[in-house]
């Protein structure tokens, strides 16, 4: 049974929990994606009778020098696994389709409440970014107000698009790849720019807080945000993600980031439409 941890929603919670339960029915064999997930699944699969963990060679590259350097490598198996999801590409356009013929007000009033269901968890987001990116409270809490007043002020711009005497045509979809030190914010400001614009996203959180981007997309598909229009994607840096940013169905891609790899993304793609906030 292959367990693929590469879509939205919580591993945790879901994914991983059907993983241990099959480990603990006598199954001997279970993908694992995530870092956390690889190694707590690897672990009960040592504890069971003829366990094997088959880990992705090309996501959390980590996971796999951990139990290489434990002296642990026989009790698993690398494999090569295509994190560039065809079906995610392919409910991103169909859903950007239904996305983009709305009228501006309807999509307006759906980023509004995505602003005001990230305000009332405030709480959750607080400590999943103390948690995991180790953000003070006075550190996470103007950067939840922050991604609140994108919501805000992207459904205002969805409005501001709106022009009977011309003809907007938005991307179809957008890649979002942000960085690791402004989890929720900087994330947040790339994916409701997209949908204001009428497009599809596909994010790809930088894999140190990958649960600060998990609980921030949630609050997205609470607010009514279709799960087709806006998927969240855990892929590597490496091949895996040259392929999604490389995808020919990526319109654009948004990078907060390094200028080197605003010019390394340009290297894979020269004809990419790249919109980058680099230092």
Request: aromatic share 6%; proline share 5%; with cysteine.
């Amino acid at each position: 049974r292959k367990y693929d941890y590469s879509r939205s929603g919580n591993p945790t919670r879901d994914l991983l929990g059907d993983a241990l339960a099959d480990l603990e029915g006598g199954a001997g064999g279970v993908v694992a994606a995530t870092g956390l997930g690889a190694i707590t699944i690897a672990v009960h699969a040592l504890l069971s009778p003829g366990g094997t963990v088959l880990l992705p060679h090309d996501c959390y590259g980590g996971t796999w020098r951990l139990f290489d350097s434990l002296g642990a490598k026989e009790h698993f198996t690398v494999i090569s696994v295509d994190f560039t999801d065809e079906e995610a590409v392919a409910a991103a356009l169909t859903a950007q389709r239904a996305w983009a013929a709305l009228p501006a007000d309807e999509r307006a009033e759906l980023l509004r409440r995505v602003a005001d269901e990230l305000a009332r968890r405030r709480g959750e987001l607080l400590t999943v970014m103390s948690y995991e990116a180790g953000k003070t409270v006075a550190e996470a809490d103007p950067e939840i107000s922050e991604a609140i007043d994108f919501a805000r002020y992207y459904a205002q711009s969805a409005l501001d698009l709106h022009d009977d005497e011309a003809t907007f045509a938005p991307h179809r979809l957008v890649v979002v790849t942000p960085p690791w030190n402004f989890p929720v914010a900087i994330p947040l400001g790339g994916v409701l720019a997209a949908l204001a614009a009428g497009a599809a996203v596909i994010i790809k959180p930088a894999p140190q807080v990958i649960r600060c981007g998990t609980a921030a997309i949630d609050a997205l598909h609470a607010a009514g945000v279709p799960a087709g229009l806006v998927q969240l994607i855990n892929a590597d840096e490496a091949d895996a993600g040259r392929r999604l940013v490389t995808h020919p169905d990526a319109d654009a891609v948004v990078l907060t980031g390094a200028s080197e790899t605003a010019a390394l993304f340009r290297g894979w793609r020269p004809d990419l439409d790249l919109l980058a906030e680099t230092s």
